[in-house]
């Protein structure tokens, strides 16, 4: 960090702007959002199942072992990632006899994915 990075972590002074704290407490998210929320960037935090979804997006869908494949991992742990996005209504499976295809829930992941490869090749 710079010089000039550390003088703007904190305020000097300790002034409270009501007009602006109430602005936003109107705009406040309720507790089942927030907590939605942080439980789909929990699970967006992790590079395999970040593989996944970024595949999924790519294509409409794919069986568990070809997302193996393009994570580089067992069928069990691609397993166990799956289970995890499926929890978090992130992917959806759809069985077809003896194989499971996982594609994504909706428009919004593909979205969600899109906005996070924009801004991180930004930097």
Do not use: W
Request: some cysteine; overall charge negative; hydrophobic content about 40%.
């Amino acid at each position: 960090m710079n010089e000039n990075e550390s003088t703007y972590e904190t305020c000097t002074i300790n002034e409270i702007d009501p007009e602006a704290v109430a602005f936003v407490q109107k705009r406040a998210l309720p507790v089942h959002t927030i907590e939605r929320l942080s439980r789909l960037f929990s699970a967006l935090s992790d590079p395999t199942r970040l593989k996944i979804l970024h595949a999924l997006t790519v294509t409409k869908e794919l069986c568990v072992c070809d997302l193996a494949v393009l994570a580089e991992l067992s069928v069990s742990a691609v397993s166990h990632q799956l289970r995890l996005l499926r929890d978090r209504d992130l992917v959806r499976a759809r069985r077809d006899g003896r194989m499971v295809y996982y594609s994504l829930v909706d428009q919004h992941v593909a979205d969600l994915m899109g906005t996070g490869v924009e801004h991180a090749d930004e930097g």
